[in-house]
């Protein structure tokens, strides 16, 4: 069965200090994919990187990034310089092997609640 | 940039009567999928749509809910008979060719039950 830890609910930062949001997944699929998206105040849910199983590399893009470790099943997220407009909720989510016509569901983490202080 | 549309954004509704949310997925996307997310919660998976038909559903997906494709663009979800604790924020999403893409969400519509 697979599950997805964000053992942090809740982090306050003061801006321009740089906050890792942990995830933890578990599954027994050799080939999954992972993901993270934010859900800022307004409720919707955008999409912030994709990774599978097999793409160890982490990857920047801008003031965020990534750190993918299969060892310790972990996908952690950092954000660098964090700024107010960061202050949402961060999902990370797993998608396990397909099913038989490809369509794949997503199982999200409980997510964490980033607050950036001005 | 094309992005997934959900109608209405909030709907209210008395226990007991039919619902119906509707989403335009992206345009070449081949794989549809519903999701809820129960207000402070965790986002949780319904159902998914490939070629059709269901592709997979999940334990909450029970006999209220259905989903149909009525025309080339929409993807609807239906709750025959609305219940207090379906009362939460519904997502659309769609994505590509293959499975394993990344999925793109719609805003969502939010739906309170009395």
């Known amino acids: 069965a697979q599950k997805v830890t964000q053992a942090q609910t809740e982090i306050s930062v003061v801006e321009k200090e740089d906050v890792t949001l942990d995830c933890v997944y578990e599954?027994?699929?050799?080939?999954?994919?992972l993901f993270w998206y934010k859900q800022p105040p307004s409720g919707e849910l955008v999409f912030l990187i994709r990774?599978?199983?097999?793409?160890?590399q982490n990857e920047i893009s801008g003031r965020y990034s990534w750190n993918f470790q299969k060892s310790t099943s972990s996908f952690n997220f950092t954000i660098t310089a964090s700024q107010v407009v960061d202050s949402a909720v961060y999902f990370c989510?797993?998608?396990?092997?397909?099913?038989?016509?490809?369509?794949?569901?997503?199982?999200f983490g409980t997510g964490t609640r980033l607050t950036v202080i001005p | 940039e094309p992005e997934v549309t959900q109608t209405p954004s909030h709907q209210v509704t008395q226990m007991g009567q039919e619902v119906i949310l509707r989403c335009v997925p992206i345009?070449?996307?081949?794989?549809f999928y519903w999701y809820r997310q129960i207000l402070g919660q965790k986002v949780e998976f319904l159902v998914s749509?490939?070629?059709?038909?269901?592709?997979?559903k999940s334990e909450i997906f029970d006999d209220q809910f259905s989903v149909e494709r009525p025309d080339g663009s929409n993807f609807t979800l239906k709750i025959r008979s609305t219940k207090l604790e379906d009362s939460a924020m519904y997502f659309c999403?769609?994505?590509?060719?293959?499975?394993?893409?990344?999925?793109?969400f719609g805003p969502g519509t939010r739906l309170l039950v009395l």
């Open positions: 999403a769609s994505s590509g060719d293959f499975g394993g893409e990344t999925q793109y």
């Open positions: 599954t027994r699929d050799t080939t999954y994919y």
């Open positions: 990774r599978n199983s097999f793409d160890e």
């Open positions: 989510a797993l998608s396990e092997a397909l099913g038989a016509d490809g369509a794949n569901n997503l199982f």
């Open positions: 345009s070449n996307h081949l794989y």
């Open positions: 749509f490939y070629n059709n038909e269901i592709s997979e």
